[in-house]
């Protein structure tokens, strides 16, 4: 296994990765909106939060020789699903003709009050 860090993605808050490498698989941990630069959490709407959340992901992705392209799973969580709707619109800007397998979990909390957090599991 290889460990994949990127600089152009926050830091982990804990003991883990950004991400794992086994074989022609990689294992994301989950992102949430934090700025890699500050490590705070962005300001802003739901919008503003997923779109940081992807941008973190496609960093970790690319770092390991990836895209979105290759990703086979998704699993979100979501705050509230109300923002259901918002998540879809911005999930399908960043996957375009790609639809990966997907599961989308309603949760009461997140770390540091995030609004969403993915993970992933792409295939290279």
């Known amino acids: 296994m290889d460990i994949i860090n990127s600089d152009q993605a926050p830091k982990a808050i804990g003991p883990y990765s950004q991400a794992i490498r086994a074989g022609n698989v990689?294992?994301?941990?989950?992102?949430?909106?934090?700025?890699?630069?500050?490590g705070a959490l962005v300001e802003g709407d739901f919008a503003a939060q997923a779109h940081r959340v992807f941008e973190n992901l496609k960093a970790v992705l690319a770092s390991g020789g990836a895209t979105?392209?290759?990703?086979?799973?998704?699993?979100?969580?979501?705050?509230?699903?109300a923002n259901f709707a918002?998540?879809?619109?911005?999930?399908?800007?960043?996957?375009?003709?790609?639809?990966?397998?997907?599961?989308?979990?309603?949760?009461?909390?997140?770390?540091?009050?995030?609004?969403?957090?993915?993970?992933?599991?792409?295939?290279?």
Do not use: H, M
């Open 68 to 81: 979105f392209s290759n990703v086979a799973k998704a699993t979100v969580y979501l705050t509230d699903l």
């Open 86 to 124: 918002t998540l879809n619109e911005i999930y399908a800007s960043y996957f375009g003709d790609t639809k990966p397998a997907r599961t989308t979990v309603g949760v009461a909390q997140l770390p540091k009050g995030g609004l969403v957090e993915i993970d992933l599991i792409a295939i290279v």
């Open 26 to 38: 990689i294992y994301t941990s989950g992102q949430i909106a934090l700025d890699p630069a500050t």
